[in-house]
DNA sequence: AGATATATATCTATTAGTAGGTAGGCAAAT
DNA sequence: ATTTGCCTACCTACTAATAGATATATATCT
């Protein structure tokens, strides 16, 4: 992997685990076998790194948007789930949820870019509920952006408290989603 | 006030602000007009402080717990949301929230604290569910712990969340937890 | 009552370490 | 010959934490 890309990867990880203010280019460096220095070379301030992790976050976003277009909505929030699930295994918490803890203490480049992503989440998952209803996968009353919320808020904040709970809570949030939704 | 009580809360305030690694002894120094060492008297380590912090928010979730013993499901839930309905208005995040986020940097004391903190909220949740449905007010299926972990996530993560998108996200989240919840 | 001791709460000064960031050099690739 | 990507060396600012001095109460003993 090139190391732009390497860096990249390693903030994500970071910020996921310990938080933004709580990571270094030293802890960076030092894995990938670099000077913190040369971090700077790639990213001159920190809040560079900071925009770049969440683009990356989007662009994957956006592929998964795309690749599951003409999939069902069923699909699609199996999908969303499982991103969710993944992140939980890892003992990471959400990008959104990790830099929303520390919104006032950043760049507002790092909020507009944060702003656009969760934006871009909640359109997605309005999107595949929505549609879902329509065609009777789904049932659920009020606004799809509010179920959207509803849904969002479950999984953001469930990764971040089975930390303190336990691992089963967590199924248990995921299965409770499903069952609320899916048509009887 | 005295100091002790006022580093505290100042602590408290700032961790739900900017988080656990963003606040220092400085910037409670600063505020109460004393020197960084002197919070050093009071508070040795800054673990011992993070322990203090939500030590003190156990004893007040109690006394709430206390004064609504004997109030109806209704009113509890009220409560509960009116806690998190204060938090928003002064752009701050649940406390288990912000520091979940910082878990992995936490010491095993705060952790453990953060642990007792967190279930206790649970329960009082889970309890007044229980008792709710039981008394015929409100309406929902499965346990009692796990529909108070989902609104519990709903408001541990729409304090965070509606810091990127809007406050009225907030009220969505809060009135679509009541509408879902009361029976019909 | 007066002297002495103790506890409280702060101060100044300092330490060791880490943070983000800059300047300038150098080797290899293009 | 220039760009790329890294290096060494450095700077300033801040962090948590410690040591030791000081002032002021408060309690205890003679």
Redesign the interface.
Known sequence: MNTRAHIIQLADTLIR???Y??FSYHDIAKTIGIKPASIHYHFPVKSNLGVAVIEKQIDRLFAVIEKYKSKSAVERLDKFLSIYTAIQKD?K?CL???L??????LDEQV?EK??TF??LM?DWVSDFLEEGRSTELFEF??SSR?KA??I???????V??S???NEQ?FD??KN?IK??LIKK
């Open positions: 685990d310990k938080g203010n709580a003992n918490i959104v949820g990790s929303a803890t520390d919104f006032n203490t909020r944060l702003k969760s934006e909640l009353e009020g509010t919320i509803m969002v808020t479950n999984m953001l904040a469930i971040q408290l930390r303190l709970t809570d248990t949030v409770s069952q609320d």
